[in-house]
């Protein structure tokens, strides 16, 4: 942080918390589109063994959530909160702490993890307990409704949908992927499992191939078509490479502790259907749940080239989906949310300035949004950080926001407090995954090695520019390069 000229020190008085949901299983919709690449005689097992447990937080990514908790309100508080802002969230006061959630399932259970993880930091020698109530459902932002258009923008927003379409039949992705040709198609059918005779005959690009593509075709729904084994499906295949990625992650993080949740509500299932047909009821007719344990297939199926291969192309599709033109108003209104309630926090500190340190009844110190990865991309993206960071925005990601005020120096002539913003970017706070080294509790160990401040003193009255249409803030130079938050010790 640079001086703030005429004002002596500063300290923190309030922050917020975007974070991403934790560590969970295969989305519906990336098993949908990489299933469709199947044929009747080639199944994608690293896919279709994720049927049973879609989208559900796994046992790891509450574990996250519970620590990033414990964190937020344990070592970060102590480290770096302010006497005013320590004292207000140790009072117990109720206003201190606030929760508010997408109304996504995982994303609730997400939040309800951190919540208790808050709870939980008394273990962290803070002094004494956090005695905030037991865990709530979360404060909506005005609604359910309002609470998924502010958490998920992306999905609510018909220009936005409509230029996206047009991007996925537009020459930037068609170019992309006709550079990268049979590379790509080999890539793709390896992590897939979907023939190895597939993967030699794809393995050199001809000129022909790297120069021409025909127009992709589409469904009648205006969807792309999905066949496989023709060079006219590259661009889907591109925007697939999301898709491989996330299946990577969730694969990382999986656990014996999962597989054993789904073979207990099998044996539930069986018990429940077993007890019908005695009973002379109708039985359930539904399978039983699958309770074969879920393996590493796709990771170790590439090298690791090809994972960083698979990681870089995700990155461009996801800056050209969220860092675009199209994609710039995404993010405002929950960024103007955000800097309204640091704003509601310095309007509270001021009218009820008393001693130092003193605790503030009413000042909301830390609030916590439980959201999407692409929520943290609509807020980046709004703060206008012109690229996606040069790290995979990983389970457990956030966005801290803290509201800094500096006192006036005695004869400085100032009168007033000054209030400003900075803003930290931690993309990967669990970066240790199960295996060797480790063991699956590695993959609940937070590490602040990547948490990196992207905006820094940008005054509390200049957050209305953000939100609008005017002048950009600055963000720190070297964005994108390792760093630390001071004052808290990195891993």
């Given at each position: 942080?640079?001086?703030?000229?005429?004002?002596?020190?500063?300290?923190?008085?309030?922050?917020?918390v975007?974070?991403?949901?934790?560590?969970?299983?295969?989305?519906?919709?990336?098993f949908?589109?990489?299933?469709?690449?199947?044929?009747?005689?080639e199944?994608?097992?690293?896919?279709?063994?994720?049927?049973?447990?879609?989208?559900?937080?796994?046992?790891?990514?509450?574990?996250?959530m519970?620590?990033?908790?414990?964190?937020?309100?344990?070592?970060?508080?102590?480290?770096?909160?302010?006497?005013?802002?320590?004292?207000?969230?140790?009072?117990g006061?109720?206003?201190?702490?606030?929760?508010?959630?997408?109304?996504?399932?995982?994303?609730?259970?997400?939040?309800?993890?951190?919540?208790?993880?808050?709870?939980?930091?008394?273990?962290?020698?803070?002094?004494?307990?956090?005695?905030?109530?037991?865990a709530?459902?979360?404060?909506?932002?005005?609604?359910?409704?309002?609470?998924?258009?502010?958490?998920?923008?992306?999905?609510?927003?018909?220009?936005?949908?409509?230029?996206?379409a047009?991007?996925?039949?537009?020459p930037q992705?068609?170019?992309?992927?006709?550079?990268?040709?049979?590379?790509?198609?080999?890539l793709?059918?390896?992590?897939?499992?979907?023939?190895?005779?597939?993967?030699?005959?794809?393995?050199?690009p001809?000129?022909?191939?790297?120069?021409?593509?025909?127009?992709?075709?589409?469904?009648s729904?205006?969807?792309?078509?999905?066949?496989?084994?023709?060079?006219?499906?590259?661009?889907?295949?591109l925007?697939?490479?999301?898709?491989?990625?996330?299946?990577?992650?969730?694969?990382?993080?999986?656990t014996?502790?999962?597989?054993?949740?789904?073979?207990?509500?099998?044996a539930?299932?069986?018990?429940?259907?077993?007890?019908?047909?005695?009973?002379?009821?109708g039985?359930?007719?539904?399978?039983?749940?699958?309770t074969?344990?879920?393996?590493?297939?796709?990771?170790?199926?590439?090298?690791?080239?090809?994972?960083?291969?698979?990681?870089?192309?995700?990155?461009?599709?996801?800056?050209?989906?969220?860092?675009?033109?199209?994609?710039?108003?995404?993010?405002?209104?929950?960024?103007g949310?955000?800097?309204?309630?640091?704003?509601?926090?310095?309007?509270?500190?001021?009218?009820?300035?008393?001693?130092?340190?003193?605790a503030?009844?009413?000042?909301?110190?830390?609030?916590?949004?439980?959201?999407?990865?692409?929520?943290?991309?609509?807020?980046?993206?709004?703060?206008?950080?012109?690229?996606y960071?040069?790290?995979?925005?990983?389970?457990?990601?956030?966005?801290?926001?803290?509201?800094?005020?500096?006192?006036?120096?005695?004869?400085?002539?100032?009168t007033?407090?000054?209030w400003?913003?900075?803003?930290?970017?931690n993309?990967?706070?669990?970066?240790?995954a199960?295996?060797?080294?480790?063991?699956?509790?590695?993959a609940?160990?937070?590490?602040?090695a990547?948490?990196?401040?992207?905006?820094?003193?940008?005054?509390?009255?200049?957050?209305?520019?953000?939100?609008?249409?005017?002048?950009?803030?600055?963000?720190?130079a070297?964005?994108?390069?390792?760093?630390?938050?001071?004052?808290?010790?990195?891993?």
């Amino acid at each position: 942080m640079a001086d703030q000229e005429g004002f002596g020190a500063s300290e923190v008085v309030s922050s917020v918390v975007v974070l991403r949901h934790g560590a969970r299983a295969v989305s519906r919709n990336a098993f949908a589109a990489l299933r469709s690449w199947e044929t009747s005689g080639e199944a994608c097992g690293a896919v279709d063994q994720w049927a049973r447990h879609l989208d559900r937080l796994s046992t790891t990514g509450g574990q996250q959530m519970h620590r990033l908790g414990e964190w937020l309100t344990g070592e970060y508080l102590a480290g770096r909160g302010g006497a005013e802002m320590r004292n207000s969230i140790l009072s117990g006061d109720p206003a201190a702490l606030a929760w508010f959630s997408s109304p996504v399932d995982r994303v609730v259970r997400s939040g309800s993890a951190f919540w208790e993880g808050c709870r939980a930091a008394s273990r962290v020698p803070v002094g004494r307990p956090i005695a905030c109530p037991d865990a709530p459902a979360p404060m909506l932002l005005n609604g359910e409704d309002a609470s998924d258009e502010l958490t998920r923008p992306w999905a609510h927003n018909p220009a936005y949908t409509e230029a996206m379409a047009a991007w996925k039949r537009g020459p930037q992705l068609a170019a992309k992927a006709s550079r990268l040709g049979k590379e790509l198609e080999a890539l793709h059918s390896r992590a897939l499992g979907l023939g190895a005779e597939r993967q030699l005959e794809a393995a050199s690009p001809t000129v022909a191939d790297a120069t021409s593509r025909p127009e992709t075709p589409l469904r009648s729904d205006g969807s792309e078509s999905v066949g496989v084994g023709s060079l006219e499906d590259g661009p889907l295949r591109l925007y697939q490479t999301t898709y491989l990625l996330e299946v990577m992650e969730c694969e990382r993080y999986w656990t014996a502790q999962d597989d054993g949740k789904a073979a207990t509500a099998a044996a539930a299932h069986l018990r429940a259907r077993d007890g019908a047909a005695a009973a002379g009821r109708g039985a359930d007719a539904r399978p039983p749940p699958l309770t074969r344990p879920v393996t590493p297939r796709m990771s170790p199926s590439l090298w690791p080239r090809q994972h960083r291969t698979v990681a870089e192309l995700s990155r461009w599709v996801w800056e050209a989906r969220f860092f675009s033109r199209q994609a710039a108003g995404l993010g405002r209104p929950l960024l103007g949310r955000v800097f309204g309630w640091l704003g509601d926090a310095a309007a509270t500190c001021s009218a009820a300035a008393g001693a130092a340190g003193a605790a503030v009844p009413g000042a909301a110190r830390i609030t916590a949004v439980s959201a999407h990865d692409y929520t943290l991309l609509s807020l980046l993206a709004a703060l206008r950080v012109g690229s996606y960071p040069a790290r995979v925005v990983a389970f457990g990601a956030f966005l801290l926001f803290e509201l800094r005020r500096w006192k006036p120096l005695e004869g400085s002539g100032e009168t007033e407090a000054r209030w400003t913003v900075d803003v930290y970017l931690n993309t990967e706070p669990f970066p240790f995954a199960r295996g060797p080294e480790g063991g699956p509790a590695a993959a609940t160990q937070l590490s602040t090695a990547h948490l990196e401040r992207i905006i820094s003193d940008l005054p509390l009255e200049s957050a209305q520019y953000l939100v609008g249409n005017a002048a950009p803030a600055r963000p720190t130079a070297g964005y994108g390069a390792m760093g630390t938050l001071p004052g808290v010790g990195g891993e």
